[in-house]
């Protein structure tokens, strides 16, 4: 453990930038959620339609949770965000062990830091650590939010502890696929496919008997039931269960080779696929895989939003206010409620864009990008590859979001035909996700070392502005500053080219701007 305390603190400095943007999303999603919840379902007359139109409607319950918690208004904004921000910050935890981890082992950081005066076991404990913290932060975060919109003082103590305890859990997993594989990707996707499965049992078990919900931290948290019962025992069982996986981690790195994992790695095949020969299908070969869960992830989001399709005019017909916050109002609720669903997938279509072209970026420091410059392969063939699977990639994503939506909505109403609408409608936003894109691309060219950092802040820009624009009331400039301000609203809007075709202009300036600074720069700086 020798030299714990100073890895912490190198951690801490290599976070600095990036954890306040996690935990600031999350107080702003609860202070939002908190008040318009107050306003809306004031009375306990509100929250009992609440109730009975929520125990009717099984996809409700599959995407929110357990209907218990609708007995009391801070229950319900528990019963709106606690699995969604359990999601966030348990992807936070998940990307941030396995940095500072298995990322660090596979770039070769871990071996210069291992070879001062530090123990086998300290980056492990540093980065649990870290991860540790940053839960209690955002614990004592949500706990003063809420508490600062009204809502009781120890029900909101056992709301923080909840959401720090539960993300911890998938840190401590994390630590363990870390031993397990030595590529960050499998661990990342191994974790990542963990907290699906997590939240899939969670869904199940709240829309059947409620057991399978027992197997699942986040159940696990939203049975605490706060401001409705405040039961503090179900945090044992997340406290157990951290326990139990951080001495399997630290068991498991004791009997590893440094820079292995116990699971071994399948051996490449003995002679070269012929999509190798070219930097396309060697961009597409090492982008497939996230490619293809970003992908999984969008057709189920698209199915959920789909099955709801068909209650909603009954939900809203129940609870008119509601249409308040649909941009067609109560005559055209059906078409407000897609144009919305849509409107926010596109916004994750975007941060698969990101996430591509970051890749890109992972391939200069990582030298692989060298190797592949020194031969014959250009510059602009180089990263026209990897442009190719994020532009196919990102179109593939708004497909899959259209077709999971589109057909579970056709199989409610009995309508095939709105499966190509639907499909049509989601491709809108394409100029829009390219553009941000094509962003982290320029940023790629001309500031590396921040592109990163300003790819994921144009998402967060354009997200806090499209969920949050009217109800911080934000001046005029800031919407028109977000690609997705300027695209039609399908189908609650008409296509209108106009604003598509400037928004393609634009994303291929930005592409080229970016190829510019690319081919002016030193490769891996």
Do not use: K
């Not at 499998?186 to 919900?213: E, I, P, Q, T």
């Not at 934000?474 to 928004?503: I, N």
């Not at 202009?505 to 701007?513: C, D, R, Y």
């Amino acid at each position: 453990m020798t030299g714990t305390l100073g890895l912490l603190r190198f951690m801490l400095r290599r976070e600095r930038r990036g954890l306040p943007w996690w935990l600031l999303g999350v107080a702003l999603l609860w202070l939002t959620q908190s008040g318009q919840s107050q306003n809306l379902y004031g009375t306990p007359e509100d929250l009992a339609e609440l109730r009975s139109t929520a125990e009717g409607n099984a996809a409700v319950v599959v995407m929110s949770g357990p209907t218990r918690l609708l007995d009391s208004i801070g229950g319900e904004i528990v019963f709106e965000m606690f699995g969604f921000v359990a999601v966030v910050l348990a992807l936070m935890n998940i990307f941030m062990v396995g940095r500072q981890t298995r990322g660090d082992e596979e770039t070769g950081r871990a071996e210069l830091i291992r070879s001062a005066r530090v123990g086998r076991r300290a980056p492990l404990a540093a980065a649990l650590a870290l991860a540790g913290a940053a839960d209690l932060a955002a614990g004592v975060i949500v706990c003063a939010v809420v508490v600062g919109t009204g809502l009781p003082l120890g029900s909101s103590v056992l709301l923080g502890a909840a959401t720090a305890v539960v993300p911890a859990t998938f840190a401590a997993l994390t630590a363990v696929t870390a031993q397990l594989f030595e590529s960050a990707r499998s661990v990342y996707g191994s974790a990542a496919a963990l907290l699906g499965g997590a939240f899939a049992l969670r869904a199940a078990g709240d829309a059947g008997s409620g057991a399978l919900s027992w197997l699942s931290p986040i159940g696990w948290g939203q049975r605490t039931y706060p401001y409705v019962a405040d039961r503090w025992w179900p945090l044992l069982l997340p406290l157990a269960a951290i326990a139990v996986l951080t001495t399997m981690a630290v068991a498991l790195l004791d009997r590893r080779d440094f820079g292995h994992g116990l699971v071994a790695p399948r051996p490449g095949r003995p002679v070269a696929s012929a999509a190798f020969s070219n930097a396309y299908g060697l961009a597409w070969r090492l982008q497939r895989t996230a490619l293809t869960g970003w992908l999984a992830g969008l057709v189920l989001l698209g199915l959920a939003y789909g099955s709801m399709g068909d209650s909603m005019q009954q939900y809203v017909d129940d609870h008119p206010e509601i249409a308040e916050f649909l941009p067609g109002g109560a005559a055209r609720v059906l078409d407000s409620y897609l144009a919305l669903t849509i409107a926010l997938s596109a916004l994750i279509a975007s941060a698969y864009g990101v996430s591509s072209v970051l890749r890109t970026r992972g391939e200069e420091t990582s030298g692989h990008a060298e190797s592949v410059l020194a031969t014959r392969t250009s510059r602009l063939r180089w990263l026209a590859g990897h442009l190719s699977v994020t532009l196919a990639g990102t179109t593939l994503a708004l497909v899959a979001i259209g077709l999971g939506e589109g057909v579970a909505y056709a199989l409610s109403v009995s309508d095939a035909t709105q499966v190509p609408r639907v499909v049509g409608a989601a491709l809108a936003y394409l100029p829009a996700v390219w553009s941000v894109a094509a962003v982290g691309v320029l940023a790629m060219g001309w500031l590396p070392r921040a592109a990163a950092a300003a790819g994921w802040t144009v998402v967060g820009y354009c997200a806090i502005v499209s969920l949050f624009g009217d109800s911080f009331d934000l001046p005029g400039w800031t919407r028109a500053a977000s690609p997705f301000d300027h695209t039609p609203q399908v189908p609650l809007d008409a296509l209108d080219a106009a604003p598509l075709v400037v928004l393609t202009v634009i994303t291929g300036a930005l592409l080229a701007a970016g190829y510019a600074g690319l081919r002016r720069r030193d490769i891996g700086y």
